[in-house]
């Protein structure tokens, strides 16, 4: 396992450091002026980067941030970064499916993905929620009637 601690010097970019990110499996960059990772995405994804510590920075924009991630560090397992927001762990949850650790903490994720529920007006106007023939059962029906 190669370590590259990069934390508290200042950087703004990760642009210069490119080089030195070859072999890397944990990069730590906590404590930076870091608004987003790279200036210019790389142009071959740092595949060998698994942990990656971002605390402490200034990132401008959390989901770009974990896009920028997925697209240029695809197999990072365990993310350290700064939320203030519930909407950004959904969101990081959501797109990055590898994740395995968040902030220390083990990702737990449904095994099965959560079926949206989906309603339309019949004929007569009612509202009726739209089941799959197999999971309504003879002589079952769901209807929800409006005010």
């Known amino acids: 396992m190669k370590k590259l601690d990069l934390s508290s010097q200042g950087l703004t970019s990760l642009d210069a450091h490119l080089t030195k990110l070859k072999g890397i499996t944990t990069l730590l960059l906590c404590k930076n002026k870091l608004r987003r990772l790279f200036d210019k995405a790389p142009e071959k994804p740092i595949e060998t980067v698994k942990a990656l510590d971002l605390r402490d920075n200034v990132l401008d924009d959390v989901p770009y941030t974990v896009l920028e991630i997925q697209g240029s560090m695809p197999n990072v397992l365990d993310l350290k970064l700064n939320l203030y927001d519930e909407d950004h762990v959904d969101f990081i949850m959501k797109n990055m499916p590898q994740l395995q650790f968040l902030n220390g903490l083990a990702v737990e994720r449904d095994d099965e993905e959560e079926?949206?529920?989906?309603?339309?007006?019949?004929?007569?106007?009612?509202?009726?929620?739209?089941?799959?023939?197999?999971?309504?059962?003879?002589?079952?029906?769901?209807?929800?009637?409006?005010?």
């Open 115 to 147: 079926e949206e529920e989906e309603f339309y007006k019949d004929d007569e106007g009612v509202i009726v929620l739209a089941e799959s023939p197999e999971k309504v059962g003879k002589g079952e029906e769901y209807e929800f009637q409006g005010p």
